[in-house]
């Protein structure tokens, strides 16, 4: 093989190497973390108590999905 040969696969390969870094990876995220949280689903409240159970549903949502994403960050790495 002649020299110059030689070192045009040794540039190739010097090149081949240089590039972006490479970009992490983020872990899987679980199933179950990844489900809606459901809110009120029920008709339109029509009386006091049922605004109450749909307020209290909401709230509970809310909270179910906001401990999903911190969850999540946490496994991404951002929390």
């Known amino acids: 093989m002649e020299p110059m ?5 040794i540039c190739a390969l ?3 190497g240089c590039g972006p ?4 990876v983020a872990p899987p995220i679980p199933a179950d973390m990844l489900t809606p949280c459901p809110g009120w689903q029920g008709r339109t409240p029509e009386t006091q108590g ?30």
């Open 5 to 9: 040969t030689r070192y045009l696969i």
């Open 21 to 24: 870094d490479p970009v992490p």
């Open 50 to 79: 049922e605004l109450l159970r749909a307020a209290l549903a909401e709230k509970t949502g809310r909270q179910c999905a906001n401990q999903k994403i911190e969850g999540i960050k946490e496994i991404v790495g951002q929390g």
């Open 14 to 16: 010097a090149l081949a």
